[in-house]
């Protein structure tokens, strides 16, 4: 077992029985933290019995046990079951990852992309993310039901985290959810309704944590079994969020943002005002900020073409109303400023 002797840091602990990808991971990782590494399920639980790290780095197939019957172990007990894990895995097929999730796992890290900024800014969400929730925790306990059980600091950290498996979408969820803001607001939803808006807004794709790494950072054209999986995103973002009851609205416009006004949408064809009210609104917000961001596929588009984008598609794919709302706040953004920023 061996740690670098920086008690002050969050403690990390990496296991993996590979000696390269620990001692690689334990480079990126002593920037920020303290860093232990253990070469087995075995040794990974032995250790937690003494000391309790701030996150967990798991290798998914290892000798022995294996890694998600580390995790099972970890869940199984009060002392361990609250360490944020995440997975270290070659392995990029879309029902380990979603069944991993299911089992407690917080996310995935693919070892054939570590990238150094993106796995400390991955360490941090998830920790940021586990921090928020125990404060919440106590919160719930001082004041039961007198809690305010989701935060803008929760679903940041959650949209971040979902942005950064692909470098191209970095800040996507951020954007989609201030012009859905925008767009209620000019609907004339309260302050409260705004916000939610805001939170869906954040969280709308959070069910692309499930679909392969190899797909989202593709830039060529996907095969069709690739596109069903991508497809398929909606249906998982609905089924993380669905526990989620004091906001109704986070389910609903994660599993139904890609229906069209016309009914050619997913997953559902629904048609018109079937689509709820929300996804309506997310559906514009998401198109227009694939369009007025840079993509592993395009560029940004100029303004003209996007608004006659948003325009021919008014009753087809989009509300038109909502769409109306949208070409408004495109017509008076005269310096073209509500695009991404390239240099953010």
């Known amino acids: 077992m061996e740690n670098s002797n920086q008690e002050s840091k969050a403690e990390i602990l990496v296991v993996d029985d590979a000696s390269m990808i620990r001692s690689h991971l334990k480079r990126i990782l002593e920037r920020q933290y303290t860093v232990y590494t253990a070469e087995s399920g075995e040794e990974c639980l032995s250790f937690v019995e003494s000391k309790i790290p701030a996150m967990i780095l798991l290798d998914m197939h290892m000798k022995g046990i294996d890694g998600l019957e580390t995790l099972h172990q970890l869940k199984a007990k009060e002392e361990t079951n609250l360490i944020p894990v995440i997975f270290l895995t070659a392995d990029e097929h879309a029902e380990t990852e979603v069944k991993c999730l299911h089992d407690g796992a917080m996310d995935f890290i693919s070892k054939d992309h570590l990238v150094p900024e993106i796995v400390l800014q991955r360490v941090k969400n998830s920790i940021d993310l586990t921090n928020l929730q125990k404060k919440m925790q106590e919160e719930v306990n001082k004041q039961t039901l007198q809690v305010k059980v989701l935060t803008r600091e929760i679903t940041e950290a959650l949209s971040k985290t979902i942005d950064a498996k692909d470098h191209y979408t970095r800040g996507h969820s951020a954007r989609v959810a201030k012009y859905a803001k925008e767009i209620a607001r000019r609907m004339g939803k309260s302050p409260k309704e705004q916000e939610e808006i805001y939170y869906v807004g954040l969280l709308h794709d959070i ?19 690739e596109f069903r999986e991508v497809q398929d ?15 109704p609205s986070l389910p609903r416009g994660a599993k139904y943002h890609h229906e069209h006004f016309d009914g050619s949408g997913y997953p559902k064809g629904l048609k018109g005002y079937e689509i709820p009210e929300v996804a309506r609104i997310i559906a514009v ?60």
């Open 207 to 225: 069910g692309k944590i499930a679909v392969s790494g190899s797909i989202i950072r593709k830039n060529a054209q996907l095969t069709e079994d």
């Open 285 to 344: 917000a998401d198109v227009y900020d694939a369009m007025t961001s840079k993509r592993s596929y395009s560029e940004i588009r100029p303004q003209a073409e996007v608004r006659a984008e948003i325009e021919r598609c008014k009753g087809s794919y989009f509300d038109p109303a909502i769409a109306d709302i949208m070409l408004a706040m495109i017509d008076e953004d005269k310096d073209y400023s509500m695009k991404e920023e390239l240099d953010e």
């Open 233 to 247: 995103h909606p249906e998982k973002g609905y089924e993380i969020l669905k526990t989620i009851t004091v906001l």
